[in-house]
């Protein structure tokens, strides 16, 4: 692989990416959406729990079962990592969701501008193309859900008045997910999305077929919170090694599927 030649894909994807105003707010609304609902519902049962010991704990014995350390917490304290642990995952969706648009847009989109075939009339190959192109999308997104997660921590450590709920974000599992597997999963999702895209000639199409790649981390989420699964550090390094492996297989797949010739001479 030249690596020069793939950084000189990204520079230009990157400049097309600065200049459309519509990719800027596919990269930045998401994580702002999704890091200001997360933090009002805290606020919000900050004020409505507090630190409240009365409740129910039967109601959370599937969860209990699972992690048995929180018997010994407030109900209060109970609710709220069920919460936070729930809008977690929702991190995990933004480097699935972000990347998408611009993923459509790098082969549709500049198909539909003609600033494709230039491209691929150059000596480059067609699996430095993909990846330049894949990693022009994974980068922002990455990037805006690091951010956005800071924001979380950070703003969230005001507003969580329970030192154990708050330590719970700390756990070694959302580090492992934020700081690989996020990227995994944006790779995966950015994979998907150029494949969807060298067939079809919409945009909307691409993101309309690849919005349900987000299905299984909302299954995920809702089965942790239902007691039926525990999401821990082995689970998320298990997820990471299975998403890398896809990330390879999807990859190799798309470089045989992208027909450059095809494109070149109907994409007209």
Known sequence: MNIARVLAVVRHEVQEILKSRGLMMAIFLPPLLMTLIPLATVAFLGRAIGTETSGDMNDLGPLLQLMPELRDWQAGEVV??????????????????IPMSIAAQSIVGEKQSKSLEPLLATPIKTGELLFAKALSAVLPAVLATWAAFLIFLIVGRFLIESDRVYNALLNPKWLIGMLI?????????????????????????VQQIGGFIVLPIVILGVAQTAGLIL????????????????????????????QREKILTQWK
């Open 80 to 97: 709220m990592f069920i919460v936070l642990n729930q809008f977690l995952v929702f991190f995990l969706m933004m480097p699935l969701i």
């Open 181 to 205: 597997l996020a990227p995994l999963l944006s790779l995966l999702s950015v994979s998907l999305a150029l494949i969807i895209s060298s067939r079809v000639n919409d945009t909307r199409a």
């Open 231 to 258: 999401l821990n550090s082995f689970t998320f390094i298990l997820g990471a090694g299975i998403v890398a492996a896809l990330d390879v297989i999807i990859l190799r797949v798309g470089v045989s599927l992208f």
